[in-house]
């Protein structure tokens, strides 16, 4: 479970993480509008914006995706920011990092993963995961995502001191990770990341969130066409025009709230607030 505290050690709210996590996406939409950079919610973040206008009740995080190359574009642009309170992590500009997955994170909190190397004492994140072209053909995805899960197992043995319950396979893992250390996490990260950039997205009919391991709803680049000023809490964010086919390929009827007993965050970690008001 994920514990909540300030920094005298009180337990605060959900909410109180998704005004962290709200001013985090506001921040990134304010820079990707700034330089004309079209983004789109994603996963759990896209599905609150069109069921909830908002975040999922219980939910402890927040992605967006983006076009590989507006993905590039984004990472500049927040590098030149310098902003003193958000601070980016990536394979562009750390070299601990170890996935294509970029996090923007708030410094004025902290977040305990006592089971990872590069991601303990962290902070409060939002993630953006570039969107890259995958094969037309069912063999070629097969082979593409068994490919990508194999150097994502690796990278992620390498990274991790343990691991956690939700995870596929830990026995696996820890017979795994002596082996995946020599290279270490970064050297199978850029692995991973050189499959992701390996088709162009321009010219595939079919789209992924960069180091995925499986095709979520065979989702089309048309789907992305274009982007929708949606409300989102207080703001309005961007989803992607064809938010309806990604979410049905993702989540079947989306619109449908999932038993109460499950609609507890998933993720396992410790969040410290430093006392930073807005």
């Keep these: 479970m994920t514990i909540y505290q300030d920094k005298?050690?009180?337990?605060?709210?959900?909410?109180?993480l998704h005004k962290r996590l709200l001013g985090i996406l506001k921040y990134i939409d304010r820079i990707a509008r700034k330089n004309n950079i079209?983004?789109?919610?994603?996963?759990?973040?896209?599905?609150?914006a069109i069921r909830h206008k908002?975040?999922?009740p219980g939910d402890d995080d927040a992605d967006i995706t983006i076009s590989r190359d507006n993905y590039y574009r984004l990472?500049?642009?927040?590098?030149n920011d310098n902003d003193e309170r958000y601070r980016l992590y990536s394979l562009e500009n750390n070299p601990q990092w170890f996935t294509s997955t970029a996090r923007v994170v708030d410094t004025t909190t902290k977040t305990a993963l006592a089971y990872s190397k590069t991601l303990d004492d962290f902070g409060v994140f939002v993630d953006i995961m570039p969107l890259d072209g995958q094969?037309?053909?069912?063999?070629?995805?097969?082979?593409?995502?068994a490919l990508m899960t194999f150097y994502k197992v690796m990278a992620t043995c390498a990274d991790h001191k343990t691991f956690v319950s939700y995870e596929r396979s830990p026995g696996l893992k820890k017979l795994i990770r002596p082996i995946a250390s020599i290279r270490g996490a970064r050297y199978w990260g850029e692995k991973a990341d050189k499959l992701a950039r390996k088709l162009d997205y321009n010219k595939c009919k079919y789209v992924c969130y960069g180091t995925a391991n499986h095709k979520e709803g065979e989702?089309?680049?048309?789907?992305?066409?274009?982007?929708i000023d949606w409300p989102f809490e207080d703001a309005m964010l961007k989803v992607p025009v064809g938010y309806h086919e990604i979410l049905?390929?993702?989540?079947?009827?989306y619109m449908q709230l999932p038993p109460e007993e499950d609609r507890v965050p998933c993720h396992i970690y410790d969040i410290?607030?430093?006392g930073q008001e807005d």
Excluded: R, W
């Design 8 to 16: 005298k050690g009180n337990s605060y709210s959900m909410e109180v």
């Design 38 to 48: 079209e983004y789109y919610l994603a996963y759990g973040t896209l599905l609150g």
């Design 54 to 56: 908002g975040f999922i």
């Design 75 to 79: 990472i500049e642009a927040i590098k």
């Design 135 to 145: 094969p037309d053909t069912d063999l070629g995805c097969k082979f593409h995502f």
């Design 219 to 227: 989702i089309t680049k048309e789907s992305y066409a274009s982007t």
């Design 248 to 253: 049905t390929g993702q989540y079947g009827d």
């Design 272 to 274: 410290y607030d430093l």
